[in-house]
């Protein structure tokens, strides 16, 4: 049976300064519009040329064109924490239906159309999260429930829009979700054989394998230091 998912939105965003009350004010991409239905989009390997990242050491490039983000976990923390989160609310480019992170796996390709994605990490949120929202302890949460979403690079650049299907052409890592990664570095600690094999996988995006291998190494748990509401202030 073919595993496939669907775009139900696209959102992309430009560079603003927001100011929290609680830090120095700060510039970011964070808050996206919602594409039009009908707008045909040009995506390729560093992502939609109307889409921005403020944050160039920590989001965009290859390894992090689009970031992706399932639409079941908006019913899922309304439901368990009572949180009624708008659409974009985590700073996705898709809004994907009908797979999560327990479903989707390291080096997944999927086509749509005539794009090739392939999946090459975890999303690792940050501050910014509760900061710019105003919910306290979101970003924490996220990561706590291992619900945090992952990027796609693009493998071959194209035309998309609203309503494309995502279909998965190959799997090399049936085992490694993104959630089982999530998992694991969470708690790294009671994970080292898991995350050596983590780490063994060639498609793993560079940047989250130096992360990975510290908390690896240190044997690492919860949350980081820059996912606190704290940081920064």
Not at 68 to 85: E, G
Not at 176 to 196: G, L, V, Y
Not at 204 to 217: M, P, Q
């Amino acid at each position: 049976m073919a595993i496939k998912s669907r775009i139900k939105n696209i959102f992309c965003g430009k560079e603003q300064k927001i100011d929290d009350g609680k830090r120095n004010s700060y510039k970011t991409s964070y808050k996206k519009t919602l594409v039009s239905k009908n707008e045909i989009l040009i995506v390729n390997e560093f992502g939609f040329k109307m889409d921005t990242q403020s944050d160039k050491i920590h989001h965009g490039g290859i390894d992090k064109a689009v970031c992706v983000y399932s639409q079941k976990y908006y019913p899922y923390f309304k439901n368990k924490y009572d949180l009624s989160l708008s659409e974009c609310a985590f700073g996705e480019n898709f809004t994907i239906e009908d797979l999560d992170d327990s479903e989707v796996c390291l080096g997944d390709k999927f086509q749509c159309g005539e794009v090739i994605f392939e999946v090459s990490q975890p999303r690792q949120p940050c501050w910014k999260i509760s900061s710019v929202l105003g919910i306290k302890s979101l970003t924490a949460l996220i990561v706590k429930e291992h619900k945090t979403g992952f990027y796609f690079r693009v493998i071959k650049g194209g035309y998309i829009q609203i309503g494309n299907e995502l279909e998965l052409i190959s799997r090399d890592y049936p085992d490694i979700t993104i959630e089982h990664i999530n998992q694991c570095s969470f708690n790294a600690k009671e994970n080292q054989k898991n995350i050596k094999k983590i780490l063994a996988c060639d498609k793993l995006a560079n940047a989250y394998r130096l992360s990975l291998s510290k908390r690896y190494k240190d044997k690492e748990q919860g949350i980081q230091e820059w996912q606190e509401d704290t940081y920064g202030q």
